[in-house]
């Protein structure tokens, strides 16, 4: 049935966006002749980009325009592109997408949707296997690693667990608090034994397992977040109406690719807005607050 809905969406998306003055034909004199898609590096980039290659092929058939991949070394990387027009849209976690909204002009268009048919994901901090760590309480004097300062999952969530919950700070919990720069390093720093705790996420220890490189089966999931507004595909406020509305469209297109979907391993888009980040924002704030305590 969702998968039925998401179709539906799809081709009304698209329907819009065609009926919309000036699209009726590809690639409008007030386009750019080539755009930009911009890509956290949630796995390293070139990784990240042979696993949108799908999505990239279907944006340039549907918009008839080139569409080129951009990756960074970190998610800084990303939001600063856009803030100085390197990129035209992105793909960002929603923290870093709250920081590009306010740094960079960024608009959430739509967002991912689980496999699972929800309407997000879910933060978890992993362990290895066998490795005597199977709660967070086992995983006090540790090593553990944070993604990104600017992922939701791999930083803003479990600090907010770690202040709020357990009343403790990670620099004091922990023996050693460090950053890896990817969820796809995280997953790997903890099967090969580099760090004994980290913040991830199931979509991108879901990735680490399609491209063979972790497997569940790995890993102690020690604690489970609830759940996370899907992550967004983003454009700059200042494109054309007509780009952003043509772009979502191809997104909901995208919906019928059945193999497509498979390799970002999610279930397909579904409309959002900036309105869908606010309860990123509060965490934003929350954590400033009790970090005062």
Same mark, same amino acid.
């Given at each position: =049935?969702? &998968? ?19 699209? !009726?034909?590809?690639?409008? +004199? ?15 980039? +070139?990784?990240?980009?042979? &696993? ?23 998610? !800084?990387?990303?939001?600063? !592109? =856009? ?80 202040? &709020? ?16 720069? +990817?969820?796809?390093?995280?997953? %790997? ?43 967004? =595909? ?8 007509? %780009? ?7 997104? =909901? ?10 390799? %970002? ?29």
């Amino acid at each position: =049935m969702l &998968r039925k809905c998401l179709t539906l969406l799809a081709f009304v998306a698209l329907a819009a966006s065609l009926a919309i003055p000036g699209i !009726a034909s590809a690639n409008p +004199s007030n386009w750019p002749a080539k755009i930009r898609v911009g890509a956290i590096p949630t796995e390293g980039a +070139s990784d990240t980009a042979k &696993r949108f290659q799908a999505l990239t092929d279907e944006l340039q058939k549907t918009l008839g325009v080139e569409v080129e991949v951009f990756t960074a070394s970190d998610y !800084a990387g990303i939001i600063t !592109a =856009m803030a100085n027009k390197h990129i035209d849209f992105a793909y960002f976690g929603p923290k870093s997408y709250v920081e590009a909204s306010e740094k960079a002009g960024a608009e959430a268009l739509a967002m991912e949707i689980g496999m699972d048919g929800l309407p997000g994901y879910n933060g978890i901090i992993i362990s290895k296997k066998d490795s005597g760590i199977a709660t967070l309480e086992q995983a006090k004097g540790k090593t553990f690693t944070f993604t990104d300062p600017n992922s939701t999952s791999g930083f803003l969530v479990p600090n907010v667990l770690f202040a &709020r919950d357990l009343k403790v700070k990670p620099e004091e919990y922990f023996s050693e608090v460090k950053f890896s720069g +990817s969820h796809g390093a995280s997953i %790997l720093a903890v099967k090969n034994g580099g760090v004994q705790v980290a913040a991830t996420n199931n979509v991108d220890l879901n990735r680490m397992q399609e491209k063979g490189a972790a497997n569940w089966d790995d890993f102690n999931v020690i604690w489970t977040s609830e759940l996370i507004p899907g992550a967004p =595909m983003a454009a700059r406020k200042d494109l054309p109406e007509s %780009l952003k509305a043509a772009f979502t469209g191809a997104l =909901m297109k995208f919906n019928g690719d059945k193999a497509g979907l498979e390799k %970002l391993q999610i279930g397909g888009y579904d409309s959002a807005n900036d309105q869908t980040y606010d309860i990123i924002r509060y965490l934003k704030q929350l954590k400033t607050q009790l970090a005062k305590k």
